[in-house]
C-alpha cells in the first residue's frame, strides 16, 4: 500500500519511522517531510496547507491512504476536503477537530456532556477580560481561543501576568487569529499526563499513557513552547487508573462528540491535571502530541497500519494494539531563543555518532550544500528506552551531548522528577 503522511515535523519523523516497519507499505511519502523523513520516505515538496497540491501528489504517486500530522490542516478540513474526492484519510474532519480548534468550544462540549474540567469563562473583548482578571480573588490561566502552535496559554503567576496576557493575545495579536477571543480558567493543581488514543467515531483503542515537559527551562520555569521532552510511562498511574482515565474522559469525548453529529476518526489527545478533586481536562488535541509521539510509537509491538486503516474505516474492535513495558524517554533538542527570536542556519554535527538503538526525529531542520542545519526553534528529538526511567534518561542525555550546534538548549531534567510533584 502506498501511504502518505501529511507534515514535516519531529511527530512525522516518528509516523514514518513506525509505518516504514509495516509490512503493508509498499511505498510511503511525507509532504512536505524534512531531512530525517528523506532518510525512510520520499518527501514531496507540497505544504501541508495546499490541499490542491496534496491530492494532485495523491493522483500522480497512487497513494491510497493519507495521514494527517499537524492540528492546523485537520482544522482546516483536509479531510473533509480528500474524503470528497475518496480518498481514505486518518484524521478528524473539520468539525470534530473543533475540539482543539477553538478552546472555548471545547470546554462548551466539556460542560455540556460532564466531562471533568476546570471553571472557565470566555471573553471575545479585551477589556471587559481585563475587568474579570482584576475581579478575580484568583490569578486565572489565560490562553487564547484558537491554535497557537503550543504557545498559546499563559499560566499566570500575578494578575500583572495576566493582564499582559491578554493585552499579548487580544490586543497585540501575538497568535494573530487565535487570539480573538481569550479563555480565563481556573487554575489546577496537580500532576499533568496525557493520554492518546485511537478512535473510530465510537470506540476508542487507548495508547500508552506519556508526560510532557512545556516549560523551556529545568524546573518548569519560564514560558511554555510546543514541548521540550516526555517520557512514557509515568510511574504514578497505574493501571487501574489509566483505564479509568480512558474510558470517563477519552470515550466519554468521543460518545459526546457523536450524540452531537461530530463523529471522531483519528488520534484524540487530552491533556489532564490530577488534581486532589479528581482528573480535569486541560485541554484536547485533534491529533499525535509532539513530542509525545516520540515516546509512544516506540513502545508500539503491533504494526501501526492496521490500526490507522481500522480507525480510519471505522471499526477498531478486531484490530490488535500491544505496547511493551520499556521506558521511553525523549530530549529535545531546540535552538537559542526559543520560544522567542532565534536563528537558523547553523551546522549540525554528530548525528552519525549516536547508539544504533536511538532514535533521532527531525523537527526544524534543512539541508544546506549537502549539510543538515538548523531551521526552526525546536530543531531534534532525541529518544531512547530502557528497563527503568534512569536507565532511559542515562541513554537519552548521553547521546544528546554527541550533539552540537551553536545556541543548542535542551532541558536536563526530562522525566527527573517522575515519582514527584514538580511543574512539566
Not at 475540539?99 to 460532564?114: D, T
Not at 536536563?412 to 515519582?419: A, E, M, P, V
Request: with cysteine; charged share 20%; proline share 6%.
Amino acid at each position: 500500500m502506498n501511504v502518505l503522511i501529511v507534515g514535516g515535523g519531529a511527530r512525522e519523523h516518528a509516523l514514518a519511522w513506525k509505518l516504514r516497519q509495516s509490512t503493508v507499505v509498499s511505498g510511503l511519502f511525507v509532504a512536505p517531510g524534512n531531512p530525517g523523513t528523506a532518510s525512510m520516505a520520499r518527501n514531496l515538496p507540497v505544504p501541508d496547507d495546499d490541499f490542491a497540491g496534496i491530492y494532485a501528489a495523491i493522483r500522480e504517486n497512487q497513494i491510497e491512504f493519507v495521514v494527517i500530522g499537524p492540528e492546523a490542516p485537520l482544522a482546516a478540513g483536509i479531510v473533509d476536503y480528500l474524503t470528497e474526492r475518496d480518498v481514505l484519510t486518518y484524521g478528524p474532519t473539520r468539525a470534530a477537530a473543533q475540539i482543539e480548534a477553538s478552546k472555548v468550544w471545547s470546554k462548551g462540549l466539556m460542560q455540556r456532556h460532564s466531562i471533568p474540567t476546570g471553571s472557565a469563562r470566555s471573553f471575545d473583548n479585551a477589556e471587559e477580560a481585563c475587568r474579570a482578571i482584576v475581579a478575580s480573588a484568583t490569578v486565572p490561566v489565560v490562553k487564547a481561543d484558537g491554535l497557537a502552535a503550543g504557545k498559546g496559554v499563559v499560566v499566570a503567576n500575578s494578575q500583572a501576568e495576566a493582564l499582559e496576557a491578554v493585552e499579548q493575545a487580544m490586543n497585540s495579536r501575538v497568535f494573530g487569529d487565535a487570539g480573538r477571543r481569550v479563555l480565563l480558567e481556573k487554575r489546577l493543581s496537580g500532576r499533568e499526563v496525557s493520554l492518546h488514543a485511537f478512535c473510530d467515531g465510537r470506540s476508542i483503542a487507548p495508547m500508552v499513557l506519556a508526560c510532557d515537559h512545556k516549560a523551556v527551562f529545568d524546573g518548569g520555569r519560564g514560558p511554555n513552547t510546543g514541548g521540550m521532552g516526555a517520557y512514557s510511562p509515568p510511574s504514578f498511574i497505574n493501571a487501574a487508573l489509566a483505564d479509568s482515565l480512558n474510558q470517563t474522559i477519552s470515550a466519554a469525548t468521543v460518545r459526546a462528540l457523536a450524540a452531537e453529529g461530530r463523529p471522531y476518526r483519528g488520534t484524540l489527545y487530552p491533556g489532564l491535571m490530577l488534581t486532589d478533586a479528581g482528573p480535569q481536562v486541560i485541554e484536547f488535541n485533534c491529533r499525535f502530541g509532539d513530542p509525545e509521539t516520540e515516546v509512544i510509537l516506540p513502545r508500539l509491538r503491533s504494526d501501526l497500519l492496521p490500526i490507522l486503516l481500522a480507525a480510519a474505516r471505522g471499526d477498531l474492535s478486531s484490530v490488535p494494539v500491544e505496547w511493551d513495558d520499556q521506558v521511553c524517554v525523549a530530549v529535545v533538542l531546540a535552538s537559542a531563543g526559543y520560544p522567542g527570536p532565534f536563528a537558523t542556519g547553523h551546522p549540525i554535527t554528530g548525528l552519525d555518532s549516536v547508539d544504533a538503538d536511538v532514535q533521532i526525529f527531525h523537527s526544524g531542520t534543512a539541508e544546506q550544500d549537502g549539510k543538515i542545519v538548523t531551521a526552526g526553534g525546536r530543531v531534534l528529538t532525541v529518544v531512547a528506552r530502557g528497563a527503568t526511567i534512569a536507565a532511559a534518561r542515562e541513554r537519552v542525555y548521553d547521546n544528546v551531548h554527541r550533539i552540537q550546534f551553536e545556541g543548542v538548549h535542551f532541558r536536563t531534567d526530562i522525566g527527573l522528577h517522575d515519582s514527584e510533584s514538580e511543574p512539566a
